[in-house]
């Protein structure tokens, strides 16, 4: 009768302990997939326990036809403490403990809004992917991993094989380079020595090509002012500084002398 009597007190403690005497407000959650969430799971806001999943319900095609867009598969119903203040822009999802861990619904405040949701009222919950999704991806991830790796190693053995060959064209490259390097560098000096050499004479050719040009304004000055000096042979040397080899004009050149008397 003792160990009876401790067992119905030690029950009843886990009883009383689970029950709540708190205020609580209900909060409706709309998914197309809850990942198995089971009824009295643990509801969270911003990472606190502050309820628990009190109804599950599989909407029918009738209420599913009610919604105008992206009608829900299934809602959640949860209990949650009134004393807590769950703003408008709030993000409902099936969070895991863990990495297999338990189910639970996660409330994420997303701003410091003032403005709260009442009782009642409707969140729009954010699917979980599913695990097979995921698994999938993972496979599929490690097959392309799996082909860029063996076409990494075809590449890899392919420029092994064509290494030597490329080495040699680039040996033949740089040694055509530096050939041409030297015979452009033995040009240079070619033309550099026969300047050297001519440069005596190219000197006297500018000078005789200068007095050239000197000779030809004097004469052309000659025949514009006074062309009967050509024909007479009269007015004198034509006007030429010797020293400078340079043109000089008359000191009376503005008056026009009239050509003599036959």
């Known amino acids: 009768m003792t160990f009876v009597s401790l067992m119905l007190a030690c029950l009843a403690v886990l009883l009383i302990s689970r029950i709540s005497w708190r205020p609580k407000q209900e909060i409706r959650v709309n998914f197309s997939f809850i990942n ?7 509801v969270r806001f911003a990472g606190a326990r502050v309820g628990e999943v009190k109804k599950i319900h599989v909407l029918t095609p009738e209420e599913r036809a009610e919604f105008t867009k992206n009608p829900p598969y299934v809602y959640v119903l949860a209990s949650v403490d009134r004393r807590v203040k769950i703003p408008r822009e709030t993000k409902a999802l099936v969070n895991t403990m863990g990495f297999m861990g338990e189910k639970y619904l ?4 997303e701003s410091r809004s003032t403005v ?4 009642g009222e409707t969140l729009e919950g954010v699917d979980p992917t599913p695990m097979d999704s995921v698994f999938a991806s993972a496979k599929k991830l490690a097959d392309d991993m799996q082909i860029a790796a063996k076409n990494l190693n075809m590449l890899t053995t392919e420029a092994q094989d064509r290494l030597p060959v ?3 064209e680039l040996e033949k490259t740089l040694a055509a380079a530096q050939d041409l390097a030297g015979d452009a560098k033995h040009l240079t000096g070619d033309v550099q020595s026969m300047m050297n050499r001519n440069r005596d004479n190219i000197e006297h050719l500018l000078a005789n ?6 000779y030809m304004k ?3 000055h ?6 009967w000096k050509i024909i007479w042979g009269l007015g004198g040397q034509i006007p030429i500084d010797d020293e400078n080899l340079k ?6 050149e503005t008056q026009v002398e009239e050509p003599p008397q036959k």
């Open 247 to 252: 043109f000089v004009a008359p000191p009376d």
């Open 106 to 109: 996660e409330l994420l405040p």
């Open 116 to 119: 709260y949701i009442a009782d």
């Open 222 to 227: 000659v025949l514009a002012r006074r062309p």
């Open 218 to 220: 004097s004469l052309s």
């Open 209 to 214: 090509s200068r007095q050239m040009t000197i």
């Open 166 to 168: 490329l080495i040699g």
């Open 36 to 42: 198995s969430l089971e009824l009295r799971a643990p």
